[in-house]
């Protein structure tokens, strides 16, 4: 069975905070993939990032990284110097080889106050 | 960009009502998903197609169908409407694989009463 845990149900920050969201993921594969998702109050959820079971590299986008770690089975999320428009739910995700479906986490609701 | 549009954005329907969601893609995708999403619960699969007139079960599909005759097209009904159906229902499509990301509607709030 897959799962995945984010354990921060919500988080609060002033404008310029760095804050880092937990991902842990469970899964016999091994070959999957990683995914985070960002839903900003309009509803819609946006594609963020895809990490494969093989690349452990971490990943920065402007201020946006990612901290991939087999040994933790950690998919970890963090923001730099936050600004109130990263304000959104933030949901992680795993695909595995065998299986069509992604299963996702409960999700992290990111507030980022002025 | 893809774009995965959903009928309504609010519903509201009364219970015994059926119920029809639907989704259009237009890039082509041959997989799609149905999911619900209720608090503390993340997103929870209720049916995917990974083609045409093809379906599978997802994690809660009681109390639902789906339906894709065309490649663009996937519709969710609810046969006949619970309150324990109200929830934001979301579409997305994805192009094929599990290597693909999933693109995502903007979501359809149901209400039944």
């Known amino acids: 069975a897959q799962k995945v845990t984010q354990a921060q149900t919500e988080i609060s920050v002033v404008e310029k905070e760095d804050v880092t969201l937990d991902c842990v993921y469970e899964?016999?594969?091994?070959?999957?993939?990683l995914f985070w998702y960002k839903q900003p109050p309009s509803g819609e959820l946006v594609f963020l990032i895809r990490r494969n079971s093989f690349d452990e590299q971490n990943e920065i986008s402007g201020r946006y990284s990612w901290n991939f770690q087999k040994s933790t089975s950690s998919f970890n999320f963090t923001i730099t110097a936050s600004q109130v428009v990263d304000s959104a739910v933030y949901f992680c995700?795993?695909?595995?080889?065998?299986?069509?479906?992604?299963?996702f986490g409960a999700g992290t609701r990111l507030t980022v106050k002025p | 960009d893809v774009k995965v549009t959903q009928s309504s954005r609010y519903l509201v329907k009364r219970t015994g009502e059926k119920v029809f969601l639907e989704c259009v893609q237009d890039?082509?995708?041959?997989?799609m998903f149905w999911y619900r999403q209720d608090p503390g619960l993340g997103l929870r699969l209720i049916y995917f197609?990974?083609?045409?007139?093809?379906?599978e079960k997802g994690d809660i599909p009681e109390g639902y169908s789906v339906s894709r005759e065309k490649k663009e097209r996937f519709s969710l009904i609810l046969e006949s409407a619970s309150t324990n159906q109200t929830s934001m229902y979301l579409c997305?499509?994805?192009?094929?694989?599990?290597?693909?990301?999933?693109?995502f509607g903007p979501g359809t709030r149901l209400t039944v009463t």
């Open positions: 890039m082509d995708h041959e997989n």
């Open positions: 899964t016999r594969d091994t070959t999957y993939y």
């Open positions: 197609s990974y083609d045409v007139k093809m379906k």
């Open positions: 995700a795993l695909s595995e080889s065998n299986n069509n479906d992604m299963r």
């Open positions: 997305a499509s994805r192009l094929g694989g599990l290597t693909y990301e999933q693109y």
